[in-house]
């Protein structure tokens, strides 16, 4: 399934509002990302925090799955999303 960039970044809004429902992942996110919690009413508006989570959920599988199950989507469906928003082969495989 191809993603456009606009629903890439809309699939990285919900996944920081479904991170928010998680203080231990959220917590995690934050101290990988250096943001404060202060930071997060502005991140979905910036790509290049869209595309920083993604890549913190498609580093744990067992994360890609919940995620994907919480959203309704399917695994690679998110790594599609990635690849909307930087292009092919920057993790070595490809979403369909």
Known sequence: ???SSERAHELATEILLALAER???LTSFLGSSG???ADLRQISERPDI???MLDFVVENDERVHEFAHAL???PQDIMAARTALVGPGNY???SD
């Open 50 to 52: 869209a595309v920083f």
């Open 92 to 94: 070595g495989w490809e």
């Open 72 to 74: 309704q989507l399917r």
């Open 1 to 3: 399934m191809a993603i």
């Open 35 to 37: 943001l404060l919690p």
């Open 23 to 25: 203080p231990e992942e």
